[in-house]
């Protein structure tokens, strides 16, 4: 499946720090140890409602995650997947009376293009279900053979006490994760599971629903295995970062790790688990249910700037959950000005300071909103007292550029845009 383009990223003078990110299974913050190669897995989307605004605070704690380590000097391997076959896509084509595929492959172009505009940094390889079958058949049958799978009516389970550190990444009670997977798309209740936590690997074909032909009969993947065989057939046995939002922690998150452990025999798959907080709107989390959804494709047609969406999602820590509000367009728009105009002087400060201020903090467990006060800083300075660094401009758009994201086009001093 193709990505989309990789936005242009300015050089920068030496070398970032090291990332220290919060790490959802021991519960701190922790340094990452990777090595010249990081390896990073995200989740990607069920394609049925892209791309609302906590997609977006999604996807941008990861683009900014790679930013840091590519600034650091690493290398990033980083695999996103698309859940292009699953019952929320089929419940949605019967309610629109539409193909499955058709909606699949128009919200994943829409996803494409949004990410695209917001400059998001696209996955070295982006992967969807459907063509990764055969990964997910073969490591079906690799569970088999590690007497990790038993059949209910010819659905194909994996038996979570064949992974014995099952629950160490949510750290959730035994009734808590049964009804967390009650409302994730899982069946705890099902008569004839072993136990009310053991996840769907194999569905067999139901009248009306897509299968495809596989030694268990014809059918279709469980949620959790499809992630598991395309980050094991991508990225190896053990990667570093493991991301999504805190609503894949449990059962998603869970099972796909037991997956991959009890198949490879390599613990731990992945090294560090980072979970993004949920947007809320109206009091409530972003979801589909609720219809309590802002799109980053409606607020570019109502003529939003991307830069001015992207500073909006970065006065948040990745760790905190916030309130979406109109207004918060507004301040970004006041600061995107400020930026504009401070970086289109002929001079100005200092800005070396400003580069360690915003590698630091970025370093930092992904701290966007002081990194972004930095900048203010910066900027004010600029404004109010000037400078007679006659490089710092050039070099402060290129922090803002590469560190952040932000493509600002400057303002010249006597008004004209650059």
């Given at each position: 499946?193709?990505?989309?383009?990789?936005?242009?990223?300015?050089r920068l003078p030496g070398r970032g720090f090291p990332?220290?990110?919060?790490?959802?299974?021991?519960?701190?913050?922790?340094?990452?140890?990777?090595?010249?190669?990081?390896?990073?897995?995200?989740?990607?989307?069920?394609?049925?409602?892209?791309?609302?605004?906590?997609?977006?605070?999604?996807?941008?704690?990861?683009?900014?995650?790679?930013?840091?380590?590519?600034?650091?000097?690493?290398?990033?391997?980083?695999?996103?997947?698309?859940?292009?076959?699953?019952?929320?896509?089929?419940?949605?084509?019967?309610?629109?009376?539409?193909?499955?595929?058709?909606?699949a492959r128009n919200q994943i172009d829409l996803f494409?293009?949004?990410?695209?505009?917001?400059?998001?940094?696209?996955?070295?390889?982006?992967?969807?279900?459907?063509?990764?079958?055969?990964?997910?058949?073969?490591?079906?049958?690799?569970?088999?053979?590690?007497?990790?799978?038993?059949?209910?009516?010819?659905?194909?389970?994996?038996?979570?006490?064949?992974?014995?550190?099952?629950?160490?990444?949510?750290?959730?009670?035994?009734?808590?994760?049964?009804?967390?997977?009650?409302?994730?798309?899982?069946?705890?209740?099902?008569?004839?599971?072993?136990?009310?936590?053991?996840?769907?690997?194999?569905?067999?074909?139901?009248?009306?629903?897509?299968?495809?032909?596989?030694?268990?009969?014809?059918?279709?993947?469980?949620?959790?295995?499809?992630?598991?065989?395309?980050?094991?057939?991508?990225?190896?046995?053990?990667?570093?970062?493991?991301?999504?939002?805190?609503?894949?922690?449990?059962?998603?998150?869970?099972?796909?790790?037991?997956?991959?452990?009890?198949?490879?025999?390599?613990?731990?798959?992945?090294?560090?688990?980072?979970?993004?907080?949920?947007?809320?709107?109206?009091?409530?989390?972003?979801?589909?249910?609720?219809?309590?959804?802002?799109?980053?494709?409606?607020?570019?047609?109502?003529?939003?700037?991307?830069?001015?969406?992207?500073?909006?999602?970065?006065?948040?820590r990745h760790t905190a959950e916030w309130e979406w509000?109109?207004?918060?367009?507004?301040?970004?728009?006041?600061?995107?000005?400020?930026?504009?105009?401070?970086?289109?002087?002929?001079?100005?400060?200092?800005?070396?300071?400003?580069?360690?201020?915003?590698?630091?903090?970025?370093?930092?467990?992904?701290?966007?909103?002081?990194?972004?006060?930095?900048?203010?800083?910066?900027?004010?300075?600029?404004?109010?007292?000037?400078?007679?660094?006659?490089?710092?401009?050039?070099?402060?758009?290129?922090?803002?550029?590469?560190?952040?994201?932000?493509?600002?086009?400057?303002?010249?001093?006597?008004?004209?845009?650059?």
């Amino acid at each position: 499946m193709q990505s989309w383009p990789a936005p242009a990223r300015s050089r920068l003078p030496g070398r970032g720090f090291p990332l220290r990110v919060f790490d959802t299974a021991t519960g701190s913050v922790r340094p990452l140890a990777a090595g010249p190669t990081a390896r990073m897995y995200v989740c990607g989307i069920t394609p049925y409602d892209a791309t609302h605004l906590g997609h977006a605070f999604t996807y941008l704690t990861y683009d900014l995650l790679a930013r840091v380590l590519l600034d650091a000097g690493h290398d990033v391997r980083y695999v996103q997947n698309v859940t292009d076959v699953d019952d929320p896509l089929f419940e949605r084509a019967r309610r629109d009376n539409q193909d499955w595929r058709e909606i699949a492959r128009n919200q994943i172009d829409l996803f494409r293009t949004d990410m695209a505009a917001l400059r998001i940094l696209p996955p070295t390889a982006y992967v969807g279900a459907v063509e990764s079958i055969p990964l997910v058949i073969e490591l079906i049958e690799k569970l088999h053979g590690r007497d990790a799978t038993y059949e209910v009516d010819r659905d194909i389970y994996f038996p979570i006490g064949a992974a014995p550190h099952f629950g160490e990444i949510s750290h959730l009670s035994h009734d808590m994760m049964v009804d967390r997977a009650a409302g994730n798309g899982g069946d705890p209740g099902r008569p004839g599971k072993r136990n009310p936590l053991d996840p769907l690997l194999w569905r067999a074909e139901r009248p009306g629903e897509p299968a495809w032909p596989s030694p268990f009969g014809p059918g279709r993947p469980g949620w959790h295995i499809e992630c598991a065989a395309i980050a094991l057939a991508h990225l190896g046995e053990r990667i570093d970062i493991q991301g999504g939002g805190t609503d894949l922690m449990f059962p998603h998150h869970e099972c796909g790790v037991a997956h991959a452990e009890v198949a490879s025999g390599v613990r731990p798959f992945a090294r560090t688990h980072v979970h993004t907080a949920m947007v809320h709107l109206d009091g409530h989390k972003m979801s589909k249910s609720r219809g309590n959804l802002e799109f980053v494709s409606r607020l570019l047609v109502r003529g939003v700037p991307p830069a001015v969406i992207r500073i909006a999602l970065l006065g948040h820590r990745h760790t905190a959950e916030w309130e979406w509000a109109p207004s918060l367009l507004d301040l970004a728009r006041e600061r995107l000005a400020r930026w504009q105009a401070a970086i289109g002087h002929e001079r100005g400060p200092d800005t070396r300071p400003l580069l360690d201020d915003v590698r630091r903090h970025l370093a930092d467990d992904l701290d966007a909103p002081s990194a972004v006060a930095a900048v203010d800083r910066w900027a004010g300075a600029a404004l109010s007292t000037g400078g007679d660094d006659p490089q710092a401009p050039a070099l402060a758009h290129a922090i803002i550029d590469s560190l952040l994201g932000v493509d600002v086009e400057p303002i010249m001093a006597g008004g004209s845009s650059v």
